[in-house]
Nanobody, 127 residues
Framework: QVQLVESGGGLVQPGGSLRLSCAASGFSLERYAVGWFRQAPGKEREGVSC????????YYTHSAKGRFSVSRDYAKNTVYLQMNSLKPEDTAAYYC????????????????????WGQGTQVTVSS
């Protein structure tokens, strides 16, 4: 059974950091590009970052660039999103999703092509 489970969300003060995890079970993440997306209340889901499965090229949206970093741990079958210098506007439910082939993971970090989604983890940035 294909399953993606996000974890690592929580409440953090502005300027703080969190590391989100996207753990896969029932299949290997190695063959897939993995995207991170977020959805704030009353807003549409939007892309944050993605990492390709083959060459591990990474992409970030403008809001994430320079502050967030996506990486893989093949041994743990997990993809991470390290988020630094968090801002109140980063508050949202964060989701990971997988796609293949790799070209769906591109500079636009579009939701298009992503087939399986996790249940999400809440990130709240507030003082």
């Amino acid at each position: 059974q294909v399953q993606l489970v996000e974890s690592g969300g929580g409440l953090v003060q502005p300027g703080g950091s969190l590391r989100l995890s996207c753990a896969a079970s029932g299949f290997s993440l190695e063959r897939y590009a993995v995207g991170w997306f977020r959805q704030a209340p009353g807003k549409e889901r939007e892309g944050v970052s993605c990492i390709r499965g083959s060459e591990q090229t990474t992409y970030y949206t403008h809001s994430a660039k320079g502050r967030f970093s996506v990486s893989r741990d093949y041994a743990k079958n997990t993809v991470y999103l390290q988020m630094n210098s968090l801002k109140p506007e980063d508050t949202a439910a964060y989701y990971c999703a997988i796609t293949t082939p790799d070209y769906y993971c591109s500079a636009s970090v579009s939701l298009s092509g992503y087939r399986y989604w996790g249940q999400g983890t809440q990130v709240t940035v507030s003082s």
